[in-house]
């Protein structure tokens, strides 16, 4: 009986900064391994709008900082900037490619912050 107990246990406590880092860490995974499928999928709905996702070509990198603020997170990998929401089918990449201008706001070649 101890063992279920652990299995609740166990999926308690994951924080949105994990969950927003697993998602990064798919969606530059999956660009890196040239499956575009996979990578539209973890896309919102808005941002696979402004793609062909046959031909999605985004940094990707290694996760290196995650910053979350309810529905919103930003993520900062070894070669991009990501900005993620949190929709009904969980966190999803609202905008890659992504680059600072100054004191306007981010630039991304997919979607936006």
Not at 79 to 87: C, E, S
Request: overall charge negative.
């Amino acid at each position: 009986m101890a063992l279920p107990a652990v299995l609740v246990l166990g999926g308690c406590g994951t924080s949105s900064d994990d969950l927003v880092r697993r998602t990064a860490e798919e969606f530059t995974s999956a660009v890196a391994a040239g499956d575009s499928d996979r990578a539209c999928d973890l896309l919102t709905e808005k941002a696979r709008e402004d793609v062909e996702c046959s031909s999605l070509d985004v940094p990707g990198g290694a996760v290196r900082s995650v910053e979350a603020w309810g529905d919103a997170a930003q993520v900062r990998t070894s070669d991009d900037v990501l900005f993620l929401r949190d929709v009904t089918s969980g966190w999803r990449v609202s905008g890659a490619g992504c680059r600072p201008q100054g004191e306007r706001p981010y630039k991304c070649e997919v979607g936006g912050p």
